[in-house]
T-cell receptor
C-alpha cells in the first residue's frame, strides 16, 4: 500500500500543550499534505510540503519531512480546544503529473481538553 | 460564494435500491474525486475524474458508478451490487496545476 500511516492513532492533551503527530509512507513522493477533519465534516487542507523541503511553518503549525526515512511530522504549538479534530496525512506519489490521486492515512484523533 | 456542495447531508435507503449522491463545485476545478470513509478508517478513493467525460477507477470502485458530463458536477451512484454501502461519502476537487484538494461537507448514507 502507498498509504501514509499516522502515529499515534489518538492523542489527548491539555490546552496550551504542543501536539505532535507523525506520518510514515512507503513510496517516493512529490509532496505530502496534512488535512484536518472536524467530526462529521469534510476535510480541510492545512499545509503542503514538497519533497525538496525539510520544514515548513504556517501559523501554529510546523511540518517536517524526512524523505530518507519516508516520514513527516505535524506539530501544533500552544493547542486550543478548537484544535480537537482528526488529522490526516496524504501523499502525492512522484509520478510526474498533477491532478492525480492522493493516498490518505487513517488519521490521528486529537483531543485538546480545556 | 465558492465551494463544493454535497446533497443531501443524510440519506437513507433500503437494501437493493440504487442511490445517487450529488456533488457540485463552482471553483472551476478540473479534477473531482469521490472517497468513502468508514469509522476509524482513512479515506479510500472510489473514482476520480481529471476532465469532463473522462474518469478512472480508484481502489474500491466495485458497486459504484459515476459520470462527468459537466465540469461542475460529478454524481456518484451507489448500486445494489455494493455489498456494504453504509458509510460517509466525501467529494473533493482540485485545480489544474495545484496539488491540494478541496472537500465538500459529505453525505452520510445508511442502507438497511
Amino acid at each position: 500500500s502507498q498509504q501514509g500511516e499516522e502515529d499515534p492513532q489518538a492523542l489527548s492533551i491539555q490546552e496550551g500543550e504542543n501536539a505532535t503527530m507523525n506520518c510514515s509512507y512507503k513510496t517516493s513522493i512529490n509532496n505530502l499534505q496534512w488535512y484536518r477533519q472536524n467530526s462529521g465534516r469534510g476535510l480541510v487542507h492545512l499545509i503542503l510540503i514538497r519533497s525538496n523541503e525539510r520544514e515548513k511553518h504556517s501559523g501554529r503549525l510546523r511540518v517536517t519531512l524526512d524523505t530518507s526515512k519516508k516520514s513527516s511530522s505535524l506539530l501544533i504549538t500552544a493547542s486550543r480546544a478548537a484544535d480537537t479534530a482528526s488529522y490526516f496525512c496524504a501523499t502525492d506519489p512522484d509520478r510526474g503529473s498533477t491532478l492525480g490521486r492522493l493516498y490518505f492515512g487513517r488519521g490521528t484523533q486529537l483531543t485538546v481538553w480545556p | 460564494d465558492g465551494g463544493i456542495t454535497q446533497s443531501p447531508k443524510y440519506l437513507f435507503r433500503k437494501e437493493g435500491q440504487n442511490v445517487t449522491l450529488s456533488c457540485e463545485q463552482n471553483l472551476n476545478h478540473d479534477a473531482m474525486y469521490w472517497y468513502r470513509q468508514d469509522p476509524g478508517q482513512g479515506l479510500r478513493l472510489i473514482y476520480y475524474s481529471q476532465i469532463v467525460n473522462d474518469f478512472q477507477k480508484g481502489d474500491i470502485a466495485e458497486g459504484y458508478s459515476v459520470s462527468r458530463e459537466k465540469k461542475e458536477s460529478f454524481p456518484l451512484t451507489v448500486t445494489s451490487a455494493q455489498k456494504n454501502p453504509t458509510a460517509f461519502y466525501l467529494c473533493a476537487s482540485s485545480a489544474r496545476g495545484a496539488y491540494e484538494q478541496y472537500f465538500g461537507p459529505g453525505t452520510r448514507l445508511t442502507v438497511t
